[in-house]
């Protein structure tokens, strides 16, 4: 069993679509790539474990995650950028100090070099805009290769402090340092992004290209059936294991229980443990407290969307369903607006269409299913 966790834990690698993407940034150096899926989908593996190494022939990867001081990403961008800087200034060894100290005397005759001060930079700027563009420029004179700079969960700049303000900080740098910087972002609510986007549209108008984040699929259901076969000696069904991972919404360390307990009960009945697994996990989830806190508009908005999947959300029909959930004559157009924007930033629905919309995922979709009269 314990070989069995080991083997379901194992990062399933995906060397080709690393490459891919960053054969697009080269193909297109100007344009930023924001991956975008839902959490708990892969992105940070993707990004440090298949990004990272395959960038390091052609780039001096960078990686910030900005959930790392959520409620200041400003912050937390600076000191993944200070530290690399730090990581790269700091000699190794004295071959390494060698290198990158200047010479103060050269005597001529062989008795050595005389090494001289250490590289004493000017004192950084401290507003972070400037503080960004000087670290970047001191780390791509250092590394002597274009930077890629991987910044995880980009959407979290939305609502910081100066936030957007370091994104057209960062925007100007890789018009600045084209060629020189590529940068990938990654995104866990798509609708926040874009939102994002439309705020600061003047400075950053064809900024970024969302991307859709190349989701674990049939292969890594593969290597884990194969796993599984080799280990406890019998084969699962890969189709039905493939769409019982799209039900938990793509995340692997679910599809890895679901593997656990058909393990441990000694059965391949996959649709069985799959309907206890997302009976737990809907409970286990904090979907109810959310729930409970959002306002009853926002509530009767995903109560319709449950209801009427992909029906307009300013409809007749759904003004009069608003109205009676919440026990009132009639609603403003405006109001369900501000709704529809919560709920898209805090990643309940994404628009499918204009003014269309469904869940972020399918875990929502049957929590408020199920809240249905
Ligand atoms: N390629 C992979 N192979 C195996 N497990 C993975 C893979 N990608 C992600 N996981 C597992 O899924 C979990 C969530 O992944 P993570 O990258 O943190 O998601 P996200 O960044 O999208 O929220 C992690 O615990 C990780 O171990
Ligand atoms: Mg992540």
Redesign the pocket.
């Known amino acids: 069993m314990t070989d069995l966790l080991e083997a379901l834990?194992?990062?399933?690698?995906?060397p080709e679509e690393a490459q891919a993407l960053l054969n697009r940034l080269t193909d297109d150096p100007a344009t930023p790539r924001v991956l975008y899926?839902p959490?708990?989908?892969?992105?940070?593996?993707?990004v440090k474990e298949d990004l990272m190494p395959a960038a390091r022939k052609a780039f001096f990867p960078i990686y910030a995650d900005l959930w790392f001081a959520r409620s200041e990403p400003v912050q937390a961008l600076l000191y993944a950028l200070e530290k690399a800087l730090d990581g790269l200034t700091r000699p190794r060894s004295r071959s390494g100090k060698i290198a990158r100290t200047p010479v103060k005397g050269l005597s001529v005759l062989g008795s050595g070099i005389t090494l001289g001060d250490e590289p004493a930079d000017a004192e950084l700027p401290s507003a972070p805009g400037l503080r960004i563009a000087e670290l970047l420029e001191r780390l791509h004179a250092r590394a002597e290769k274009p930077l890629l700079l991987i910044i995880d969960e980009f959407q979290t700049l939305h609502d910081a402090t100066a936030g957007l303000d370091t994104a057209a900080a960062l925007r100007a740098c890789l018009q600045a340092m084209r060629g020189r910087l590529f940068c990938v972002m990654?995104g866990?609510s798509r609708d926040k992004m874009s939102l994002m986007f439309d705020s600061i549209k003047a400075s950053m108008h064809g900024f970024a290209k969302i991307e859709a984040f190349p989701m674990?699929g049939g292969g890594?259901v593969h290597a884990l059936a194969d796993a599984y076969s080799q280990l406890a000696g019998v084969r699962l069904d890969e189709e039905v294991l493939l769409d019982a991972f799209r039900e938990l919404d793509s995340?692997?360390?679910d599809l890895q229980e679901l593997i656990r307990r058909l393990a441990a009960a000694r059965s391949t009945d996959i649709a069985g443990a799959l309907g206890g697994l997302r009976e737990e996990l809907d409970q286990s989830e904090d979907l109810q407290v959310l729930w409970v806190a959002m306002k009853e508009i926002d509530r009767a908005v995903l109560k319709f969307v449950a209801h009427h999947p992909g029906a307009g959300l300013t409809s007749r029909q759904a003004l009069r369903y608003y109205a009676h959930e919440l026990g009132v004559d009639a609603l403003s157009a405006s109001s369900v607006a501000n709704a529809v924007d919560r709920l898209r930033q805090d990643a309940w629905l994404m628009e499918v269409s204009n003014n269309r919309y469904r869940f972020e995922t399918e875990r929502q979709r049957r929590f408020v299913a199920a809240r249905l009269e």
């Open positions: 834990r194992k990062h399933y690698p995906r899926a959490r708990r989908t892969g992105k940070t593996d993707f990654t866990s674990l890594y995340r692997p360390k």
